[in-house]
């Protein structure tokens, strides 16, 4: 059975900074692309980092760059997204989400085959 499961979610003041960890289990995750999703209310679920587990390779979101760093630990089927100077903007609940082609690193949500169930992240002004 596949699993995806995030933590580390909370709140935090403007300026703040957030870990997010996604366990995977249930899948050969050194072939995949794990990617961090987020949406806000009333918004379209937006593409935030992705990583492909074999190479390390990652892409970002215009609106993270230089803030937000993803990582990943083959060794314990785990990605990290490592957020700071986080922004009142940056409110959304947050998923993890696994892409089992890892040929090319997707930022459509459409395209990833696996979904967490979230976790949520509150940046207060």
């Known amino acids: 059975q596949v699993r995806l499961v995030e933590s580390g979610g909370g709140s935090v003041q403007a300026g703040g900074s957030l870990r997010l960890a996604c366990a995977a289990s249930g899948l050969a995750f050194s072939s995949l692309v794990t990617g961090w999703f987020r949406q806000a209310p009333g918004q379209e679920r937006e593409f935030v980092a992705a990583?492909?587990?074999?190479?390390?390779?990652?892409v970002y979101a215009d609106s993270v760059k230089g803030r937000f760093t993803i990582s990943r630990d083959n060794a314990k089927s785990a990605v990290y997204l490592q957020m700071s100077n986080l922004q009142p903007e940056d409110t959304a609940v947050y998923y993890c989400a696994a892409d089992r082609n890892p040929l090319r690193i997707r930022t459509i949500a459409s395209r990833y085959d696996y979904w967490g169930q979230g976790t949520q992240v509150t940046v207060s002004s």
């Open positions: 990583i492909r587990s074999s190479s390390g390779s990652t």
